[in-house]
């Protein structure tokens, strides 16, 4: 994961347009107080993908995607659906509950 190295590389160069079966749907999350992965980037799949984006007040750093929950909704993201414009939500899901939200709306 280190910049520069060959599985960076290879991300720059496939990740943007990956060529998914019919109606898969991506959301990529990244957060503005990430010290390893800058938001843009994390967030720069492409077009056809919900982008959401952990404002700096919510204290994300690049650890906290595999274990931030809280008991109340209340994180403030930016959030893009594709096609759309980006819009602030003041009482979203913590980034395992984006998880768990996008396995439960697919039946999982």
Same mark, same amino acid.
């Given at each position: @994961?280190?910049?520069?190295?060959?599985?960076?590389?290879?991300?720059?160069?496939?990740?943007? *347009?990956?060529?998914?079966?019919? $109606?898969?749907? %991506?959301?990529?999350?990244?957060?503005?107080?990430?010290?390893?992965?800058?938001?843009?980037?994390?967030?720069? @799949?492409?077009? *056809?993908?919900?982008? #959401? #984006?952990?404002?700096?007040?919510?204290?994300?750093?690049?650890?906290?995607? /595999?274990?931030?929950? $809280?008991? #109340?909704?209340?994180? $403030?993201?930016?959030?893009?659906?594709?096609?759309?414009?980006?819009?602030?939500? *003041?009482?979203?899901? %913590?980034? #395992? $509950? %984006?998880?768990?939200?996008? /396995?439960?709306? *697919?039946?999982?």
């Amino acid at each position: @994961m280190d910049g520069g190295s060959d599985f960076q590389q290879f991300l720059d160069d496939h990740a943007a *347009n990956p060529k998914p079966i019919q $109606r898969t749907d %991506w959301t990529t999350l990244g957060s503005d107080d990430d010290n390893h992965v800058a938001s843009d980037s994390a967030t720069g @799949m492409g077009g *056809n993908s919900t982008k #959401v #984006v952990f404002t700096s007040a919510d204290d994300i750093e690049h650890k906290d995607f /595999l274990n931030a929950t $809280r008991a #109340v909704d209340d994180a $403030r993201v930016l959030y893009k659906q594709p096609g759309g414009s980006w819009i602030t939500w *003041n009482s979203s899901w %913590w980034p #395992v $509950r %984006w998880a768990q939200k996008s /396995l439960w709306a *697919n039946g999982y």
